[in-house]
């Protein structure tokens, strides 16, 4: 009998990061090695654009991508770059390549030189996972100004939109395009109007996007986590806001990004998910209200 991976749960330690948060500053460290898991070449001979790739969420896809065998090129904050470091040791530790390209995806011109560079470097491009997210707690919408609001929606949803139409005209029949939401944005949430209201645009646009490239034969999926212990938490709440992070799920504790990775290679792989398109899976650590 193989027993799971024992993950961490509430209480957690008091702790803030500066923003937008590195990995290597949480105590306890994510989880993104996810030792359990077998890959089985499912990617062989793609690659990965991932944003947002250097920490949480995003690095445990680009090394599980890395270990189906696909070459990776991650997007980042420059000020990320010791997160990127250690991304980049861990793909070029499961035998493939890793391309770092640091910027800002609220910039169109930076996401088409993101593409440009993954193209000249690693060949090609086959999946594109848009994955980069800012959030910051208010208590009312009074709280949330308008400098806020622009920040949110130009990374959350305009960066997916500036990364995509930069893919898109170099992404082949058989390509994937995977988009990160949230409960959020399929539940709400009182005092996160502004990424709530991304999340649930990111939902939309995957699920029109998905029906304008159904004939090209390029699939388009979401993942809408819950709660998942990633930098992107401690670098925006207060610190003691930290000890009962996940605790409210029915497992008791937040999701580790190896646990949420598993769910990018499935929509990734055309031999598992070929016949989905359009699709946001929720991953609610055992809720069922969402969705």
Not at 230 to 250: I, S, V
Not at 257 to 283: C, H, Q, R, T
Request: charge should be negative; proline fraction near 7%; glycine fraction near 8%.
């Amino acid at each position: 009998m193989i027993r799971q991976r024992t993950q961490p749960k509430p209480p957690f330690k008091d702790q803030h990061l500066s923003p937008p948060g590195i990995e290597a500053d949480m105590e306890p460290q994510p989880h993104y090695e996810a030792p359990k898991y077998r890959a089985a070449g499912k990617l062989k001979d793609h690659v990965a654009l991932v944003t947002g790739g250097d920490s949480g969420i995003g690095r445990a896809v680009a090394v599980m991508f890395a270990r189906e065998g696909a070459d990776i090129a991650i997007v980042y904050l420059a000020v990320e770059q010791e997160d990127a470091d250690a991304t980049a040791a861990a793909v070029r530790a499961a035998g493939q390549k890793c391309l770092l390209i640091p910027g800002d995806v609220q910039q169109p011109q930076f996401c088409e030189e993101a593409v440009r560079q993954t193209r000249k470097e690693l060949g090609k491009l086959t999946i594109l996972v848009n994955n980069a997210a800012y959030q910051q707690h208010q208590e009312s919408m009074n709280d949330v100004t308008l400098e806020q609001w622009d920040r949110t929606f130009r990374t959350n949803i305009y960066g997916y939109f500036h990364m995509t139409r930069a893919a898109l005209p170099h992404l082949k029949r058989g390509a994937a395009i995977i988009n990160t939401g949230s409960v959020t944005g399929l539940e709400g949430s009182p005092e996160l109007l502004d990424y709530s209201a991304t999340k649930g645009a990111i939902h939309a646009f995957t699920k029109s996007l998905a029906k304008s490239l159904i004939d090209q034969g390029i699939r388009v999926n979401c993942i809408a986590p819950g709660p998942v212990w990633t930098p992107l938490n401690p670098a925006e709440r207060q610190a003691e806001d930290m000890q009962k992070f996940g605790a409210d799920t029915p497992l008791g504790r937040p999701a580790q990004p190896e646990e949420i990775a598993p769910a990018f290679v499935f929509f990734a792989s055309e031999a598992d998910s070929g016949y989905i398109s359009g699709a946001v899976l929720p991953l609610l650590g055992g809720d069922t209200t969402a969705g």
